[in-house]
């Protein structure tokens, strides 16, 4: 308990969050550095793993393809692929950039299987009755996939990228390793340091960052399901039925009356 007690204090302390402190400080520059690579990795990645998906989920072909590369592309092993990556880049650019490539490299990589993977299932499970309307109505291929699969399967989708910016958050860690900034480079410190309270205190900056992207998607998705659903038209046609059934039943009631009346 004394631990987490004296990473909050470490956190809380204003000389953390002054410029020209220590070499990992100040913190709100390592979470800017941080959100950076998180942003331009998943928005790569997105580029091109969104298309992808969708030309798979549309069309049906490429399913094994999907299966079998999100697989491999998921057991690779994060620090040697990161480390190669250095090694190739260093190779053919500045030291100072190639720490940058490399990661973004890396985390693009790594952030493709969810976002392809999220996109493909999104599409497919797009009601094939609803898709065939459009078409009946004479949609192209293109407007029926942008205007009907798309605008359906967004929870689908979004829920991919939020997969893959959760793990782009936490693999941007180990990117210190080659001297990339990045809160990484707070615990990094820390261990070289042998300071306890500012290794805890950047992984609780971790941990924080990860949920606050996390419920941010998490709320994107949920006002995408609403939009996309149905759940007040269920309640009106309920409603409905229950007024056809009672006034069924009044005129039932009236016929009845009038035949009573009649025999008498």
Do not use: C
Not at 18 to 41: F, K, M, N
Not at 148 to 156: G, K
Not at 201 to 212: E, F, K, N
């Amino acid at each position: 308990m004394q631990f987490f007690l004296d990473a909050f204090r470490w956190l809380l302390d204003p000389a953390n969050y002054i410029a020209g402190a220590l070499s990992p400080l100040p913190i709100q520059a390592r979470i800017g550095e941080h959100l950076l690579y998180t942003v331009v990795a998943v928005v790569i990645a997105a580029i091109i793993a969104l298309p992808l998906g969708f030309y798979i989920g549309h069309t049906g072909r490429g399913r094994q393809f999907v299966i079998g590369f999100t697989g491999a592309m998921r057991a690779l092993p994060t620090l040697g692929l990161l480390m190669a990556l250095f090694v190739i880049v260093g190779a053919t650019v500045p030291f100072t950039r190639a720490a940058f490539i490399a990661s973004i490299i890396a985390l693009v990589i790594l952030a493709i299987p969810s976002i392809l993977a999220g996109a493909y299932a999104g599409i497919e499970s797009v009601d094939s009755q609803t898709v065939d309307a459009g078409r009946a109505m004479g949609m192209t291929e293109l407007q029926v996939l942008l205007q009907v699969e798309i605008p359906l399967s967004l929870p689908l989708i979004i829920g991919g990228i939020r997969a893959s910016a959760l793990q782009v958050i936490a693999t941007a860690v180990i990117a210190s390793y080659i001297s990339l900034g990045g809160l990484g480079t707070i615990i990094s410190s820390g261990i070289g340091l042998n300071d306890n309270e500012r290794i805890l205190g950047g992984a609780i900056l971790v941990t924080v960052l990860a949920l606050v992207v996390d419920g941010i998607f998490a709320l994107l998705q949920r006002l995408t399901t609403r939009r996309g659903s149905s759940e007040s038209r269920p309640r009106r046609a309920h409603v409905r039925r229950r007024s056809f059934g009672s006034a069924a039943v009044a005129a039932t009631t009236a016929d009845e009356g009038k035949s009573h009346v009649h025999s008498k």
